[in-house]
């Protein structure tokens, strides 16, 4: 479904602040693979979400998506199958837009509907269906703008946006680290319902150990542009965050030190 290989991405070549942020990184999803991705920081978690999005363009190696070769595809076009919700909730919507007119746009892009004058009957009922499946109430507050939600509704509703018609690939970069816990955890299980319903093949990057081996069905490590640990199956079953990290001292012959996600 998903096929990275051996991609590379330099930045600031050729001068003294010249880094590595991917280094050979080659990996294969199946179609409805739930992925999460954990790693200190600079390991080049969002980097790698980046190249995939097209935000970045790798140096070396290819992409394929559902065996299209979309390495050089311009990042607006695969915008068209690839949703993607970020860690500030700002993003993603248009604050002095109402709720309905900013699901609007992303149904009538995502859908490949033409754009047109007003909403139709037709899209607002399948509007408010969609918002009633949040059970957050914003199904009474469609023609509230969007900048004046919470940090987690606008999440909540990016996320209903990125996934309107079933994307090929979802991108999760730490969607939920700007969230106070109680609503972290509410999209997080959003996220989990909405993917889960859909098949929908994810790669969510998270600060939480414990989220990331309690979502999805695969776990990634990353440390300084590569794939460190890729855990799954009966390995992961049952893994424990002590599990994670005494694996990472075995492969990268130190200790994990990133306090953020330690304390998580």
């Known amino acids: 479904m998903l096929s990275i290989n051996n991609i590379t991405k330099v930045f600031n070549k050729k001068t003294v602040n010249e880094r590595v942020a991917l280094d050979g990184v080659s990996l294969h999803l199946s179609p409805g693979d739930f992925v999460t991705i954990i790693g200190g920081n600079g390991a080049g978690k969002s980097t790698l979400l980046n190249c995939v999005a097209g ?37 993603g919507t248009a604050p002095n837009m109402t709720i309905e ?46 900048g004046l939600l ?22 999760l970069d730490e969607h939920t680290a700007a969230l106070d816990p109680a609503t972290a955890d509410k999209v997080l299980d959003l996220t ?22 309690e979502c999805g069905n695969r776990t990634l490590m990353m440390e300084q542009g590569k794939i460190i640990l890729d855990i ?3 390995q992961r079953d049952g893994m424990t965050v002590e599990d994670v990290l005494k ?3 075995q492969k990268s012959n130190k200790e994990f030190d990133n306090d953020r996600m330690l304390l998580s």
């Open 55 to 91: 935000s970045y363009l790798v140096d070396e190696g290819y992409i394929l998506l559902d065996g299209e070769n979309i390495t050089f595809q311009k990042e607006h076009k695969r915008a068209k199958y690839i949703g993607r919700l970020f860690q500030d909730p700002l993003k």
């Open 101 to 146: 007119e900013n699901m609007a746009l992303a149904y009538m892009r995502t859908a490949k509907k033409p754009f047109s004058v007003g909403i139709s009957k037709t899209d607002r009922d399948y509007i408010r269906t969609r918002l009633e499946s949040l059970e957050l109430g914003l199904e009474d507050r469609m023609k509230t703008k969007v």
């Open 150 to 171: 919470s940090g987690g509704q606008r999440q909540a509703i990016t996320l209903l946006m990125a996934t309107m018609t079933t994307p090929k690939l979802l991108l």
């Open 192 to 213: 989990k319902k909405i993917v889960a319903e859909h098949s929908i093949t994810t790669m969510m990057i998270t600060h939480n150990i414990a989220s990331a081996l």
């Open 232 to 234: 799954q199956g009966e």
């Open 247 to 249: 694996l990472f001292k």
